[in-house]
C-alpha cells in the first residue's frame, strides 16, 4: 500500500494563477480531508468528504475548491492564488467515524506552495 | 466550539532526558484524544491515541493518559533519544452523532534532541 499520495511536493505560484493539488488513497478510505498548516499553528481543516459526490466546508475553506468523484482521489484547487494562501497542504484520509478505527487519519506527506 | 491547546515550544533536551508535553482541552461530549508527530519533511503520523476517560495510550516509549477530570492528555517519555526530535501535535476528534471525524489540532510543539 501507498497509503496517501499528494502531487508536487513543492510549487511556487504568482499572484492570480491557479492549481490543482491531487490527493490520492489506496486504503479504500470513505472519509478525506485537506488541511493547511501554516507556521507555529495547528492545522486547519479546509475541506472534507465523507464520500465520492459528497463535499462539505471545513474551518477555512475560503479560495479553494474541491471535488470526489472517485473515492481514491480528492483534489484541491486554488482558482486565483493569493499571498495568504503560502502554506503546507495535507490531505488525509480515514475510514470515518464509527468504523471501528477511532477516526485514525492518515496523512500524506505533504504540498508546500509559495505565492509570489 | 472544540480548542485544544499545548504548551509553547520549543523545547530542548539532552538525550535520554525526561520529556513532558503538556495538552489540554476543551470539548463538548466525550472526544478521543490523539498524539501525532510529524518528522523533518513528512507528513503527521498517528503517535498513540486515547478513547474514553482513563485510557492510557502508548507508542515507542511515550504515554498519555486521558485526564477527563482535568481535561488533560499529557505526552511523556522517560528518556528521549535524538530520534525523536520532531513536531508533536495533539488533536481531538468528536466522535458526536452528527460528525465527520473532524481532527481539532494544537498547535504543535517542536522537539529537539541533542546527543
Known amino acids: 500500500n501507498a497509503g496517501v499520495t499528494q502531487t508536487p511536493k513543492f510549487r511556487i505560484l504568482k499572484i492570480g494563477q491557479s492549481m490543482t493539488l491531487q490527493c490520492t488513497q489506496d486504503?479504500?478510505?470513505?472519509?478525506m480531508y485537506w488541511y493547511r498548516q501554516d507556521p507555529g499553528m495547528g492545522l486547519k481543516l479546509i475541506y472534507y468528504?465523507?464520500?465520492?459526490?459528497?463535499?462539505d466546508k471545513g474551518e477555512v475553506p475560503n479560495g479553494y475548491n474541491v471535488s470526489r468523484s472517485t473515492t481514491e482521489d480528492f483534489p484541491l484547487r486554488l482558482e486565483l492564488a493569493a499571498p495568504s494562501q503560502t502554506s503546507v497542504y495535507f490531505c488525509?484520509?480515514?475510514?470515518?467515524?464509527?468504523?471501528?478505527?477511532?477516526?485514525?487519519?492518515?496523512f500524506g506527506p505533504g504540498t508546500r506552495l509559495t505565492v509570489l | 466550539g472544540d480548542s485544544v491547546t499545548q504548551m509553547e515550544g520549543p523545547v530542548t533536551l539532552s538525550e535520554e532526558a525526561f520529556l513532558t508535553i503538556n495538552c489540554t482541552y476543551t470539548?463538548?461530549?466525550?472526544?478521543?484524544l490523539f498524539w501525532y508527530v510529524q518528522y523533518p519533511g513528512e507528513g503527521l503520523q498517528l503517535l498513540l491515541k486515547?478513547?474514553?476517560?482513563?485510557d492510557k495510550g502508548s507508542n515507542k516509549g511515550f504515554e498519555a493518559t486521558y485526564r477527563k477530570e482535568t481535561t488533560s492528555f499529557h505526552l511523556e517519555k522517560g528518556s528521549v533519544q535524538v530520534s525523536d526530535s520532531a513536531v508533536y501535535f495533539c488533536?481531538?476528534?468528536?466522535?458526536?452523532?452528527?460528525?465527520?471525524?473532524?481532527?481539532?489540532f494544537g498547535q504543535g510543539t517542536i522537539l529537539t534532541v541533542h546527543p
Open positions: 488525509a484520509s480515514s475510514l470515518g467515524p464509527g468504523q471501528g478505527s477511532y477516526n485514525e487519519q492518515f
Open positions: 486504503m479504500n478510505h470513505n472519509y
Open positions: 468528504s465523507v464520500g465520492a459526490g459528497i463535499t
Open positions: 470539548a463538548t461530549g466525550y472526544p478521543s
Open positions: 486515547a478513547t474514553k476517560a482513563d
Open positions: 488533536a481531538l476528534s468528536d466522535t458526536g452523532g452528527t460528525s465527520y471525524g473532524k481532527l481539532t
